[in-house]
């Protein structure tokens, strides 16, 4: 991934990183105004994109983005390789950039740069890099300063934590702000684990974890449920099944004449047998059970995956293109009191007013949507002149 994080005086800075996250080359280049040096511009990231074997540009949406989305797209025109970009949401980036961990983890980068290098990351992974961020400074709204400060930290780190161990954490990738993160770990033991795995290479059990400093069974009896080891030759380790529940699992695939590379339909399967009865015969509750066979029947798979994929573009459309009827997919830019923009790829946002937005009642658009959400509309009316896009979200057809 190649990343653009926009500016206009001081320039693009732009970081490449490899598909672990690694830095592989940084820079700044001028293409937006005052200076416009876009033949300049376009051949050193023309460069890069070769060099690297670049596959997506991530941009962020913050100033200048724009003049920078419609400079990728012209390059993207040029080039001999498939390359799409996606516009990102950058808030938070700079508090990252200037924090002490930026430092820590990019002590010779400008701040800058250590912005561009979160852009990367955030197409990528996008918990990951943010879970490096105060959740204060990810847009969580402006009346923050109102409330009492202790509950507000405990509520925010909840929902993190929640999120975290929802999803799962790589234990070969993760850094330690990620590892921290997980219940039964702390920040001493989320570096003893990086450590371990600098120096002895990649984890392949789960078990392993127990070699590691300070990390006994209690905080492992915790831990391990939410840790996954793509690694492993144990398919159990790569889900969200407890190494407490492995003998569990494996009496419900004997039962129900399934292996562990052969559980898709292990639901239905379980239901046809009937759960009160699996439940009785493997000697656990009927909803352990039911998590288990949905795990093994989707191991590794993260829970994002059923949620819309980032729109990739490839051109920016002009307003010229758009006609009345045309339904598009955009991401949600703002919301506002009286209604919603939207990036459809054109060089200006649509609007989606607070009347157009959902089919029930709603007192403010954010009961409906948020910034970052993928959302379709219908255009319903275009004025070339004023550069007014109006966007409907509640008549787009149903499919």
Excluded: W
Aim: include cysteine; glycine fraction near 8%.
């Amino acid at each position: 991934i190649l990343a653009v994080d926009p500016a206009y005086r001081t320039g693009c800075k732009i970081a490449v990183i490899d598909r672990r996250g690694n830095v592989l080359d940084t820079g700044v280049v001028y293409p937006t105004p005052p200076q416009s040096k876009i033949t300049e511009a376009e051949a050193k990231l023309t460069q890069l994109i070769y060099k690297h074997g670049v596959d997506v540009i991530s941009i962020g949406n913050g100033t200048a983005s724009k003049e920078a989305e419609i400079f990728v797209a012209n390059l993207i025109k040029k080039l001999n390789r498939p390359v799409n970009y996606a516009v990102v949401n950058e808030a938070g980036a700079s508090v990252y950039s200037a924090s002490k961990l930026g430092a820590e983890e990019f002590p010779d980068f400008d701040v800058s740069l250590r912005s561009a290098v979160s852009i990367a990351r955030r197409l990528q992974d996008p918990l990951a890099e943010l879970i490096k961020i105060d959740v204060k400074s990810i847009g969580v709204g402006q009346y923050q300063h109102d409330m009492p400060q202790k509950e507000l930290d405990v509520s925010l780190n909840a929902v993190v934590e929640d999120c975290v161990n929802a999803v799962g954490v790589d234990l070969n990738t993760a850094s330690p702000s990620l590892l921290t993160r997980v219940a039964g770990l702390n920040g001493t033991i989320a570096k003893n684990i990086v450590a371990f795995r600098e120096e002895n290479g990649v984890f392949t059990t789960r078990r392993q974890l127990l070699k590691v400093a300070k990390l006994g069974p209690k905080a492992f009896e915790q831990c391990a449920g939410f840790l996954r080891v793509p690694e492993s030759k144990n398919v159990l380790d790569n889900t969200g099944v407890h190494p407490e529940s492995y003998d569990a699992a494996k009496g419900l695939l004997e039962l129900l004449g399934a292996t562990p590379k052969d559980a898709r339909d292990l639901p239905a399967r379980l239901n046809a047998y009937g759960a009160e009865k699996a439940a009785e015969a493997i000697g656990v509750g009927v909803p352990t059970l039911r998590d288990i066979a949905k795990e093994l029947s989707k191991p590794g798979r993260d829970p994002r995956d059923e949620l819309p994929a980032p729109i990739l573009r490839t051109d920016v459309l002009d307003i010229k293109d758009l006609k009345p009827g045309m339904v598009l997919t955009g991401t949600v830019r703002n919301v506002i009191d009286f209604g919603v923009f939207v990036d459809i790829g054109v060089h200006q946002d649509g609007l989606v007013h607070i009347s157009q937005v959902s089919n029930k009642f709603i007192k403010h658009p954010s009961e409906a949507v948020a910034v970052g959400d993928v959302v379709k509309v219908v255009v319903l009316d275009v004025d070339e002149k004023k550069h007014r896009i109006s966007l409907s979200m509640k008549q787009v057809p149903e499919e």
